[in-house]
Structures are given as structure tokens and as C-alpha cells.
């Protein structure tokens, strides 16, 4: 991690010395000779004596004059989720040096590689400078009136002739909240809900496992927090190279409280040489070991009776469950010796608060939803949720993607995860003061009924993991009018989903493609498209205003730094001009101002704090987000809270929920179902949102409440019957009632506080320490998914067919408008002895120096320049066996067809059979070189195979998540 301006030589890794040593050089490359073999120097830089004059710049550092005052201007690191601060410092609106940021209470002055190296986003010459459109297999520049024109024509072509449900719409978690809410609204004046974004890929298990569980789908405490952890498990995540700044924070845990630091994973990684110890586990037996960690725990009375009984629902299921997963059974499933398990469970039974992390080794798996379900229940088990050291502490992978994820960009919910249900619309059309029968007219094809054109509207779309299936599809399979004919693509990486031959068949039956970037992806640089394709240049969160929940779900405000170069523009204002094309720019902006096209985020987030009242995000209002940036010394760097000053009592970023308007100055929610504090100091319960009873068992708290709730027992969440039936709603103003009548018509003791615009019912709730969503149990149980009680299922490729038919995948089912196939797949990878012509298993994970799809960051010559090279990481006996050297080149070949070439790293970080693929990289295709179908001069520096080559099929049966961490390759010597 940077802390300070350093002229010291960074350390090479040991295959990035290597490979710089095959490249050429003994002593390895140097910066200018590897920026010259990359094509920087002499193609990429080359491409720009095309350019006019004024877009040519030199690349190195920006002048300091010191008869220019400087400004300093505070935003948000672009890449991970952490929340890192970053401090411009600009001169003549150019932005000329980099701190980072000292007073913040998450970061406190550190970076890291990624976050140490963000100036050069906003500089670098292969961004994507002005629109282009794709004629002949050639890319050539447009104008932007032009590409506006051009595209919302074949939009509308495709709208007319197929529906809307024909075009996909796949926004970003680089959004900001502001960008991501007016992305979803978009969509619905569209007429669509096939509108996605990268959560789909990386936490929409996590979101459906633990809001299937106490309430809300989000991380329960913060990282700062963690600092309280007597003891820390870490199962499928990295965070020394995926989250490195929050590794300060779980240091110091280790350090101070002489915590356990146990860790859980395939791969002997960064995170794990820190641990006290180390489990290795067999990809995708998340659950045995878990259950296995459980049964110790229950076998020697180690479990929280008294929270079990006060605030979980269905502990006994679970133990019956748990009971079948002997030591014997666990370890002839998963590996782990029931020994080892036992000291697992003993040191986090025996230090507590302990807190459980976990990331996208977890969450990538086609039982996603139920290893999140499972890791839950394990803390609940413990007592170890809503209290401060505990909790869920779930590492998010890109710096928004909480908040989009919050905002709605989503094919299941509007904004604020409500639904798609006829309520959810209405309330959202009186949020947009539209007419709700306008926007149900909007969904649909010619001639549908208004019926059928509602039973769309409230229709799950189809998801990024799958939206090239709905490409591909003919009109029987697809259970909407008609296939997808059109993609627009916002801010996401084209090589991060499987089965990417499959995509790119998706993508050559596409009418339009549209890409809209600050860097060309993986999208734009296909070779089986000719004609009929777009790149709209956008520019980075540094060049815009807006505010961005960071995993802890603190909201930040990044201020602008710069004015967006070249000629690209911000998310807002592309989505306003293209609205304007399609006719419905009035409707979008009704209550929003707009100047020179772009719609301002600071009235964007006015109607979130007004319209998003079920996940409390409604007291962050632009005032006091940016007060919280510039005061942000005065929040203690542990509790998250104000000590001092104007904001004295607050937490930082007021985390979610943060109740009322606002003028209520809530502090914010630092611990999630946190009892020990009134709700107006951030305490909270369980929700409850599955009723009351169940199966003759009360499902609400039982002797559990907030400090300061009159009501000292579980409770429903508040409607306008339970205010009537406590003899509360005479503590209505007549302002409020007026809006509660108008909502409810006939039905007013229907009105629900969460469809409350007047936040009259919630008023009154919180006025007597209630939660307005209720007082209820956890669901240890939860009936309504596939698998109420977690259970183990076997990859859908799995090494171990004698495991399937004990073990076997979900079955067969339709869902997000396409059939799902796990069973059947498996079934016939079984019958077709893949295992034993495919013996390894692939897992897959990220690098310190990239993030996500990489083209970003592969784009960036300063953490380019520290890794070359795609990679398998591949075990020292494997490697004997096949005969392959420590950077040879391999063939990485999967079961559906797909292979890619890379480097051997020799290592034992993994296990005996097993493979591990970093997933950054692009730019290749089965060996072969595509730099020359990347727009010239825009092409990454760094090019590699896409690990998803040769990923497989395998989906969550709730959230349609890839299985990635799970499936079988073949490796050969090239």
C-alpha cells in the first residue's frame, strides 16, 4: 500500500522477471523497452498522428508552476469498493499531483497499486476520445449528434418491430448512485426490465442469501469495524490483493486483539500467509465445511442459545441438517480433516465478536445463494450479527456496486429492492409523478392487452450471465415477445461472464451493439462484427459530480476534478440525449433540472432521499454527503462517528439506513440489527418481511428490541392498520394523513410506511423507538428458495461423479424468462466421463495490480508495467507429471469447446489438480492476437487470454450466477 511519496524500485514478482527475461533482457525489461514491445511506443502512439493537434499530448507527468495556486478536490477511488479517498491536486484545471486521502476514516492515507495510479484515467492516451462507429470491419470517428441520431433510430427500428424487450440494456457498478438510478428509471420509460449490472456477476448471491436471511441484502458492519473482530474467517475472498487497503484494518485486529485469522480457500493466497490457519478446501464444498464447523459447534454447546431463541427462526432444522455432516463426511467431500475443523470451530466459538468475510469464491458458484445462506446461519449460530467486531463484512468488487445494485440496475427490482410487483410501480410512478397505466403502456408489443403488458412489467428480465442465450434463442424459448436484437452497454467488461464462445455467437446476431466506455471493452473489439456497432466515449467518475456507496454502505460524494477530456461525456448526459432521441426525456427529468443536457446529481440523489424509503436512503441528502468530505477529520477511525464539529454524532457516509428526511439528521446505521442502540442512534432489528407465523411458530422476535422501543417484543413492519391498531395514527399531521389517503384510495390501513411519501408512518414509529420495518426472527429457514435448509450440491461439472447422485445438481426449472439446465447438464457431463478427460478443476480470481474486465486497468502504463502476462497457476507435481516448466506456455482447454494459451506458474498456492486462472485479462482469442480490431490508439497495453474462454455452464437458481470457481479444465503443453 502507498503511504507516502516514495522514489524507491518496486519488486518484481517472480514470473513478471521471468517473462521480461524471455522478452529480451537479462536484467529483465525496463519501462521504455516494455512500453515499445507492448505497441505503446510505436503503434498506440503512432495512431495518434491522425488526431488533430490539440488532442496529442506527451505523456509524462503535468507541469507544477509554483506562481499557480493549487486547488485540492476530493473524489472517490475509481476501482475497488473500499472507499479509498483520493485528494487532486489541480492548477489551471489540469490535475498535476496525487495524495491520498490522510483524513479519511477508511483509507487514512493509504492506497494501493490500482488506487495509487488513478491520475493516469483521466490522462491516458488510450482512453476512447470521441464516437466511433464500426463501418466494414473498420472503426471510424462520427460525431456525437450523429452517433445520437444514428443509434436511437435503430433503437426505435428494433422497438417497433421486436418490442423493448428486445434491446438489453447493461448499465455499471463504476456508476454513480446518481448515474445508476437514472440508468433504471431509463429502462422503464424504455418499457424494459432486461437491465443488468456487474453485481449480477459477483454478489447477487450474497444480496438474495443474507435479504433471504435477517432483511437486507448488504454487508452488516464496516471494515473500520472489523478493528473490534476477536477473531477473523476469511472463506473465499482475498483481500490482500483484491481489497488491500482493508487489509489495514484486519491487521490490526490480528495484531492488537491477538485475534484468530483463519482462512478458507482453494488457493494458499496473500491473504492467506497472514492467517493463523489455513484450511485448503476442494472447490465448491463450501457448505460441507461449514456444516462441518457447525456440527463441532453444536456437538460441544459452543452455539448462543439465548440469541438463537430470542431472534432466529428455524435453528433446529439446521442442527438436523448438520447432524448428517460427520467429520468423516466433511472430509471425504471437501478434503479438510475433521481435526482441523475442529480447531476452526473452537477458536471462533471461543473469540467473539468474530467477524466472517467473504467475497466471490463464495458467492460464483451455481449453490451461490445457499453457501451465503449457510455462512449466515454460522453467525447466527454464534450471536455474532448486530454486534460491533461481527458481522457479514462482504467485500464488494468495484467501487459502486452496493449502490447500483441499491439503485435498482437490477432485472428483478425498481430502485431500493422493491420488487417488480404491481405496488412497487405504483409507488415509483407517484415518485416520478407519472401515470401508472402511461407506464404499463410503455411494456409490451403492439396489440398485447394491458394484462399482458403488465405481466411483462412485473416480469424478472433476462440477466448478464445470460442475456447472449436470449440473443441466440428463437421466440419458443424466450418467454418474452421476441429474442434480444440490441445491447447497450454502459461501463462493463464484455470478457467477465462464461461460456464466452457462447457470447460471441450472442453478439454476432445482434442489430445493434452499442458500447459506452472511457476505454474500448472487450465488446468492441469482437472480429465477427462488420457494421451496425457504436463506442461512445464517457468519461471517468473523476471528471463528474455524484455520490457512490462504498461496501459498508457509506455513501461518499466525489467532486469533480477535472472537466472530461477529449470528447467525452458524463453517464447522465449521454442518457439524457439519447432519452431525448427516444421521446421520453420530459418524463425522465420531470422533477430533475437539467443544464446544457445534463441532468444535475444533486437533484438526482433529492429524488432517491424521496422515493427510496425501504432501504433508509432517505437522510443523505448532497448537503450533508459533501460536509461529510470536508470534515472528514473529524470522525474517529474506528467507530466511524463524528466527534467533533458541525457534524458531532454523525457516522461517516451515513450508512444506510438513514431514517427520515434530512432535516431529522439521523447519524446513519454504522451496525446492522444492532439492539444495543436506539434506532435513532443507528440501533436496528431483523426485519420483518415474511409475515408473522409459520407453521405455528411466531416469526417475530421474541423478548428482542431496539434500546428505547416501547414496544418491548417482536412487532410487524408498520403499516397504516398497525399505527390504527396501536392508537398511533392520531400522531399524524393532517399534511401526512392527506398523502397516506391519497396513496391508499379505499384501502388506507394498506399503506405501508415504505410506500409512505409524506415518511408520516415512519415518523411515528421511530418517535416510539421502533423500526418502521418491523421487530423479527432471522430465517435460519427460508421457504421460499429452492433449498430452504442449505444443502450441498455438486458442481455442474463435477471432479466427483461418484459424489453427484447423493449430491446432485438443481433441477431442472425455467426462470428469468429462459429454462435452466444444472441437472441436465451434469447429467450428461456424467454419462460422458468428462472428468476423466478434464481432471483439473479451474477457480479463478483477481490481481493486485488489475481490476474487473482489466481494460481499464491494462490501459494504465504505470500498473501495466507490473504485470505482462496471462497466467495458470498450475502445482509442482502436476507440472512434473505433464512436463511442463515454470513459464512454458500451456493450453488451458475447456469441456464446451473453448481454449486459451498462456504462461505456467509453477507453484504450490494450489492444490494437486487443480488450476487457477487470474480473470483481467483480454485481447486474445485461442492464441491469437485481436489488438488490431481495438479502435487504433485505444487498444490496452497489456493483452492476455480471457480466463471465461473456457468457463461452463452452471447457474444460481435465484440469481442466475455463473459458476466460475467450480467447473473442469484440461491442461496442455503448448
Same mark, same amino acid.
Given at each position: 500500500?502507498?503511504?507516502?511519496?516514495?522514489?524507491?524500485?518496486? !519488486?518484481?514478482s517472480?514470473?513478471?522477471?521471468?517473462?521480461?527475461?524471455?522478452?529480451?533482457g537479462?536484467?529483465?525489461?525496463?519501462?521504455r523497452?516494455?512500453?515499445?514491445?507492448?505497441?505503446?511506443a510505436?503503434?498506440g502512439?503512432?495512431?495518434?498522428?491522425?488526431?488533430p493537434?490539440?488532442?496529442?499530448?506527451?505523456?509524462?507527468?503535468?507541469?507544477?508552476?509554483?506562481?499557480?495556486?493549487k486547488?485540492?478536490?476530493?473524489?472517490?477511488c475509481?476501482?475497488?469498493?473500499?472507499?479509498?479517498?483520493?485528494?487532486?491536486?489541480?492548477?489551471?484545471?489540469?490535475w498535476?499531483q496525487?495524495?491520498?486521502?490522510?483524513e479519511?476514516?477508511?483509507?487514512q492515507?493509504?492506497?494501493?497499486?490500482?488506487?495509487?495510479?488513478v491520475?493516469?484515467?483521466?490522462?491516458?492516451?488510450?482512453?476512447?476520445k470521441?464516437?466511433?462507429?464500426?463501418?466494414?470491419?473498420?472503426?471510424?470517428?462520427?460525431?456525437?449528434?450523429q452517433?445520437?441520431?444514428?443509434?436511437?433510430?435503430k433503437?426505435l427500428?428494433?422497438r +417497433?418491430?421486436?418490442?423493448?424487450?428486445?434491446?438489453?440494456?447493461l448499465g455499471?457498478?463504476?456508476?454513480?448512485?446518481?448515474?445508476?438510478?437514472?440508468?433504471?428509471?431509463?429502462?422503464?420509460?424504455?418499457?424494459?426490465?432486461n437491465?443488468?449490472?456487474?453485481?449480477?456477476?459477483?454478489?447477487?448471491?450474497t444480496?438474495?442469501g443474507?435479504? +433471504?436471511t435477517?432483511?437486507?441484502?448488504a454487508?452488516t458492519n464496516?471494515f +473500520?469495524?472489523?478493528?473490534?473482530?476477536?477473531?477473523?474467517?476469511?472463506?473465499?475472498?482475498?483481500?490482500?490483493?483484491?481489497?488491500?487497503?482493508?487489509?489495514?484494518?484486519?491487521?490490526?485486529?490480528?495484531?492488537?486483539?491477538?485475534?484468530p485469522?483463519?482462512?478458507?480457500?482453494?488457493?494458499?493466497?496473500?491473504?492467506?500467509a497472514?492467517?493463523?490457519?489455513?484450511?485448503?478446501i476442494?472447490?465448491?464444498?463450501?457448505?460441507p465445511?461449514?456444516?462441518g464447523?457447525?456440527?463441532?459447534?453444536?456437538?460441544?454447546?459452543?452455539?448462543?442459545?439465548?440469541?438463537?431463541a430470542?431472534?432466529v427462526?428455524?435453528m433446529?432444522?439446521?442442527? !438436523?441438517?448438520?447432524?448428517?455432516?460427520t467429520p468423516?463426511?466433511?472430509?471425504r467431500?471437501?478434503g479438510?480433516?475433521?481435526a482441523?475443523?475442529?480447531e476452526?470451530?473452537?477458536?471462533?466459538?471461543?473469540?467473539k465478536p468474530g467477524?466472517?468475510?467473504?467475497?466471490?469464491?463464495?458467492?460464483?458458484?451455481?449453490?451461490g445463494?445457499?453457501?451465503?445462506?449457510?455462512?449466515?446461519i454460522?453467525?447466527l449460530?454464534l450471536?455474532?450479527?448486530?454486534?460491533?467486531?461481527?458481522?457479514?463484512?462482504?467485500y464488494?468488487?468495484h467501487?459502486?456496486?452496493?449502490?447500483?445494485t441499491?439503485?435498482?440496475?437490477?432485472?428483478?427490482?425498481?430502485p431500493?429492492?422493491y420488487?417488480l410487483?404491481e405496488g412497487?410501480?405504483?409507488h415509483?410512478?407517484?415518485v416520478?409523478?407519472?401515470?401508472?397505466?402511461d407506464?404499463?403502456a410503455?411494456?409490451?408489443?403492439?396489440?398485447?392487452?394491458? /394484462?399482458?403488458?403488465?405481466a411483462?412489467?412485473?416480469?424478472?428480465?433476462?440477466?448478464?450471465?445470460?442475456?447472449?442465450?436470449?440473443?441466440?434463442a428463437?421466440?419458443e424459448?424466450?418467454?418474452?415477445?421476441n429474442?434480444?436484437?440490441?445491447?447497450?452497454?454502459m461501463?462493463?467488461?464484455g470478457?467477465?461472464?462464461t461460456?464466452?464462445?457462447d457470447?460471441?455467437e450472442?453478439?454476432?446476431?445482434? /442489430?445493434?451493439?452499442?458500447?459506452?466506455?472511457?476505454h474500448?471493452?472487450?465488446?468492441a473489439?469482437?472480429?465477427?462484427?462488420?457494421d +451496425?456497432?457504436?463506442?461512445?466515449?464517457?468519461?471517468?467518475?473523476?471528471?463528474?459530480?455524484?455520490?457512490?456507496?462504498?461496501?459498508n454502505?457509506?455513501l461518499?460524494?466525489?467532486?469533480k476534478?477535472?472537466?472530461?477530456?477529449?470528447?467525452?461525456?458524463?453517464?447522465?448526459e449521454i442518457?439524457?440525449?439519447?432519452?431525448d432521441?427516444l421521446g421520453?426525456?420530459?418524463?425522465?427529468?420531470?422533477?430533475?433540472q437539467?443544464? /446544457?443536457?445534463?441532468?444535475?446529481?444533486e437533484d438526482i440523489?433529492?429524488?432517491?432521499?424521496?422515493?427510496?424509503?425501504?432501504?433508509?436512503?432517505?437522510?443523505?441528502?448532497?448537503?450533508?454527503?459533501?460536509?461529510?468530505?470536508?470534515?472528514?477529520?473529524?470522525f474517529d477511525?474506528i467507530s466511524?462517528?463524528?466527534?467533533?464539529?458541525?457534524?458531532?454524532?454523525d457516522?461517516?457516509?451515513l450508512?444506510?439506513p438513514?431514517w427520515g428526511h434530512?432535516?431529522?439528521?439521523?447519524?446513519?446505521?454504522?451496525?446492522?440489527?444492532?439492539?444495543s442502540k436506539?434506532?435513532?442512534?443507528?440501533?436496528?432489528?431483523?426485519?420483518?418481511?415474511?409475515?408473522?407465523?409459520?407453521?405455528?411458530?411466531t416469526?417475530?422476535?421474541?423478548?428482542?428490541?431496539?434500546?428505547?422501543?416501547?414496544i418491548?417484543?417482536?412487532y410487524p413492519?408498520?403499516?397504516?392498520a398497525?399505527?390504527r391498531t396501536?392508537?398511533?395514527d392520531?400522531e399524524l399531521?393532517?399534511?401526512e394523513?392527506?398523502?397516506?389517503?391519497a396513496i391508499?384510495?379505499?384501502?388506507?390501513?394498506?399503506?405501508?410506511w415504505?410506500?409512505?411519501?409524506?415518511f408520516?408512518?415512519?415518523?411515528?414509529?421511530?418517535?416510539h423507538?421502533?423500526?418502521p420495518?418491523g421487530?423479527a426472527?432471522?430465517?435460519a429457514?427460508?421457504?421460499?428458495?429452492?433449498?430452504?435448509?442449505?444443502?450441498?450440491?455438486e458442481?455442474?461439472?463435477?471432479?466427483r461423479?461418484?459424489?453427484?447422485?447423493?449430491?446432485?445438481?438443481?433441477e431442472?426449472?425455467?426462470?428469468f424468462?429462459l429454462?435452466?439446465?444444472n441437472?441436465s447438464v451434469?447429467?450428461a457431463?456424467?454419462?460422458?466421463?468428462?472428468?476423466e478427460?478434464?481432471?483439473?478443476v479451474?477457480?479463478?480470481?483477481?490481481?493486485?495490480?488489475?481490476?474487473?474486465?482489466?481494460?481499464?486497468?491494462?490501459s494504465?502504463?504505470?500498473?501495466?508495467?507490473?504485470q505482462q502476462?496471462?497466467?495458470?497457476e498450475?502445482?509442482?507435481q502436476?507440472?512434473?507429471?505433464l512436463?511442463?516448466a515454470?513459464?512454458?506456455?500451456?493450453?488451458?482447454?475447456?469441456?464446451?469447446?473453448?481454449?486459451?494459451?498462456?504462461a505456467?506458474l509453477v507453484t504450490?498456492?494450489v492444490?494437486?489438480?487443480?488450476?487457477?486462472?487470474?480473470?483481467?485479462?483480454?485481447?486474445?482469442?485461442?492464441?491469437?492476437?485481436?489488438?488490431r480490431?481495438?479502435?487504433?490508439?485505444?487498444?490496452?497495453i497489456v493483452?492476455?487470454?480471457p480466463?471465461?474462454?473456457?468457463t461452463t455452464?452452471?447457474?444460481?437458481?435465484?440469481?442466475?450466477?455463473?459458476?466460475?470457481k467450480?467447473?473442469?479444465?484440461?491442461?496442455?503443453?503448448?
Amino acid at each position: 500500500m502507498l503511504i507516502k511519496r516514495t522514489t524507491a524500485t518496486a !519488486a518484481r514478482s517472480g514470473l513478471v522477471a521471468r517473462m521480461a527475461s524471455q522478452a529480451g533482457g537479462g536484467k529483465g525489461v525496463t519501462r521504455r523497452s516494455f512500453l515499445q514491445q507492448s505497441g505503446l511506443a510505436a503503434g498506440g502512439l503512432a495512431g495518434l498522428g491522425a488526431l488533430p493537434g490539440r488532442f496529442v499530448r506527451r505523456a509524462e507527468a503535468a507541469p507544477i508552476r509554483a506562481d499557480i495556486p493549487k486547488e485540492l478536490r476530493k473524489n472517490i477511488c475509481t476501482h475497488c469498493s473500499v472507499g479509498c479517498t483520493v485528494v487532486a491536486e489541480v492548477q489551471n484545471g489540469v490535475w498535476v499531483q496525487q495524495e491520498p486521502g490522510w483524513e479519511s476514516p477508511i483509507s487514512q492515507g493509504t492506497h494501493c497499486a490500482k488506487g495509487a495510479s488513478v491520475r493516469e484515467l483521466v490522462k491516458g492516451e488510450r482512453r476512447v476520445k470521441y464516437p466511433l462507429k464500426l463501418v466494414n470491419g473498420e472503426w471510424t470517428r462520427i460525431s456525437w449528434d450523429q452517433a445520437i441520431e444514428e443509434i436511437g433510430d435503430k433503437l426505435l427500428e428494433i422497438r +417497433n418491430t421486436y418490442g423493448p424487450d428486445s434491446v438489453f440494456w447493461l448499465g455499471s457498478a463504476k456508476f454513480s448512485n446518481e448515474s445508476a438510478y437514472l440508468m433504471r428509471k431509463f429502462a422503464a420509460f424504455w418499457g424494459t426490465n432486461n437491465i443488468d449490472h456487474q453485481a449480477r456477476i459477483c454478489h447477487s448471491t450474497t444480496v438474495a442469501g443474507v435479504a +433471504n436471511t435477517w432483511g437486507y441484502g448488504a454487508m452488516t458492519n464496516s471494515f +473500520n469495524d472489523i478493528q473490534n473482530a476477536q477473531s477473523l474467517l476469511i472463506i473465499g475472498a482475498n483481500p490482500a490483493e483484491a481489497h488491500p487497503v482493508a487489509m489495514q484494518h484486519m491487521l490490526r485486529a490480528k495484531e492488537h486483539n491477538r485475534a484468530p485469522w483463519i482462512v478458507i480457500d482453494p488457493r494458499f493466497t496473500r491473504t492467506a500467509a497472514h492467517a493463523t490457519q489455513y484450511v485448503r478446501i476442494r472447490p465448491g464444498t463450501d457448505i460441507p465445511v461449514v456444516w462441518g464447523i457447525l456440527w463441532h459447534i453444536f456437538e460441544n454447546g459452543w452455539e448462543d442459545r439465548e440469541f438463537i431463541a430470542q431472534r432466529v427462526y428455524g435453528m433446529e432444522a439446521i442442527r !438436523a441438517e448438520v447432524a448428517r455432516w460427520t467429520p468423516e463426511e466433511v472430509e471425504r467431500i471437501s478434503g479438510v480433516p475433521g481435526a482441523q475443523l475442529f480447531e476452526v470451530a473452537r477458536a471462533i466459538a471461543h473469540n467473539k465478536p468474530g467477524t466472517l468475510i467473504w467475497c466471490m469464491g463464495a458467492t460464483q458458484k451455481s449453490v451461490g445463494t445457499a453457501n451465503v445462506r449457510a455462512f449466515s446461519i454460522l453467525q447466527l449460530a454464534l450471536g455474532n450479527i448486530g454486534v460491533e467486531g461481527g458481522g457479514a463484512n462482504i467485500y464488494r468488487g468495484h467501487c459502486n456496486v452496493q449502490g447500483a445494485t441499491d439503485m435498482g440496475l437490477d432485472v428483478s427490482t425498481l430502485p431500493s429492492y422493491y420488487g417488480l410487483d404491481e405496488g412497487a410501480w405504483r409507488h415509483f410512478a407517484r415518485v416520478w409523478d407519472v401515470d401508472y397505466d402511461d407506464l404499463v403502456a410503455r411494456f409490451g408489443t403492439e396489440g398485447m392487452s394491458p /394484462d399482458e403488458r403488465r405481466a411483462l412489467m412485473e416480469a424478472k428480465g433476462i440477466p448478464t450471465t445470460r442475456w447472449f442465450d436470449g440473443a441466440a434463442a428463437d421466440r419458443e424459448t424466450v418467454d418474452q415477445p421476441n429474442p434480444i436484437r440490441g445491447m447497450f452497454v454502459m461501463g462493463h467488461g464484455g470478457n467477465t461472464v462464461t461460456r464466452m464462445p457462447d457470447m460471441l455467437e450472442g453478439l454476432a446476431n445482434l /442489430d445493434l451493439l452499442v458500447v459506452v466506455d472511457a476505454h474500448p471493452t472487450t465488446f468492441a473489439a469482437v472480429q465477427q462484427r462488420r457494421d +451496425n456497432s457504436y463506442i461512445l466515449p464517457a468519461c471517468t467518475q473523476f471528471e463528474q459530480d455524484g455520490s457512490r456507496a462504498c461496501s459498508n454502505r457509506s455513501l461518499q460524494w466525489g467532486q469533480k476534478v477535472v472537466e472530461p477530456i477529449f470528447e467525452s461525456k458524463n453517464d447522465r448526459e449521454i442518457l439524457y440525449r439519447l432519452a431525448d432521441k427516444l421521446g421520453f426525456a420530459d418524463d425522465l427529468c420531470r422533477h430533475i433540472q437539467v443544464v /446544457d443536457n445534463e441532468p444535475l446529481a444533486e437533484d438526482i440523489l433529492r429524488e432517491i432521499n424521496r422515493g427510496c424509503i425501504s432501504t433508509g436512503y432517505t437522510g443523505q441528502s448532497p448537503e450533508r454527503l459533501k460536509l461529510h468530505m470536508r470534515y472528514q477529520h473529524t470522525f474517529d477511525k474506528i467507530s466511524m462517528r463524528a466527534t467533533e464539529g458541525p457534524l458531532a454524532g454523525d457516522y461517516y457516509g451515513l450508512p444506510w439506513p438513514c431514517w427520515g428526511h434530512p432535516e431529522w439528521q439521523h447519524p446513519g446505521s454504522p451496525t446492522l440489527y444492532d439492539t444495543s442502540k436506539h434506532v435513532m442512534e443507528g440501533g436496528s432489528t431483523f426485519r420483518a418481511r415474511f409475515g408473522i407465523e409459520r407453521d405455528g411458530e411466531t416469526l417475530l422476535a421474541e423478548g428482542s428490541y431496539s434500546l428505547g422501543s416501547e414496544i418491548e417484543d417482536g412487532y410487524p413492519e408498520f403499516t397504516m392498520a398497525v399505527l390504527r391498531t396501536l392508537g398511533w395514527d392520531a400522531e399524524l399531521t393532517p399534511e401526512e394523513l392527506a398523502v397516506i389517503e391519497a396513496i391508499g384510495g379505499d384501502n388506507v390501513d394498506d399503506v405501508s410506511w415504505a410506500a409512505d411519501l409524506s415518511f408520516g408512518i415512519m415518523r411515528v414509529a421511530i418517535s416510539h423507538g421502533c423500526l418502521p420495518y418491523g421487530n423479527a426472527k432471522a430465517r435460519a429457514v427460508a421457504w421460499n428458495l429452492p433449498d430452504p435448509v442449505p444443502v450441498h450440491r455438486e458442481p455442474v461439472y463435477t471432479p466427483r461423479p461418484d459424489l453427484a447422485a447423493d449430491y446432485p445438481a438443481i433441477e431442472d426449472m425455467r426462470d428469468f424468462r429462459l429454462p435452466l439446465l444444472n441437472r441436465s447438464v451434469q447429467q450428461a457431463a456424467i454419462d460422458a466421463r468428462v472428468s476423466e478427460d478434464f481432471p483439473f478443476v479451474y477457480t479463478s480470481g483477481r490481481l493486485v495490480e488489475y481490476e474487473g474486465g482489466g481494460e481499464e486497468t491494462r490501459s494504465n502504463s504505470w500498473l501495466a508495467e507490473l504485470q505482462q502476462t496471462m497466467f495458470a497457476e498450475i502445482n509442482v507435481q502436476d507440472a512434473a507429471r505433464l512436463g511442463i516448466a515454470d513459464g512454458d506456455q500451456v493450453w488451458i482447454v475447456g469441456p464446451e469447446g473453448g481454449r486459451s494459451r498462456m504462461a505456467a506458474l509453477v507453484t504450490e498456492r494450489v492444490g494437486p489438480g487443480v488450476v487457477f486462472l487470474p480473470f483481467h485479462f483480454s485481447g486474445y482469442w485461442e492464441g491469437e492476437s485481436l489488438r488490431r480490431f481495438y479502435p487504433a490508439g485505444a487498444d490496452p497495453i497489456v493483452l492476455g487470454e480471457p480466463a471465461n474462454v473456457v468457463t461452463t455452464y452452471g447457474y444460481d437458481p435465484m440469481t442466475l450466477m455463473q459458476e466460475t470457481k467450480a467447473t473442469l479444465v484440461r491442461v496442455e503443453k503448448a
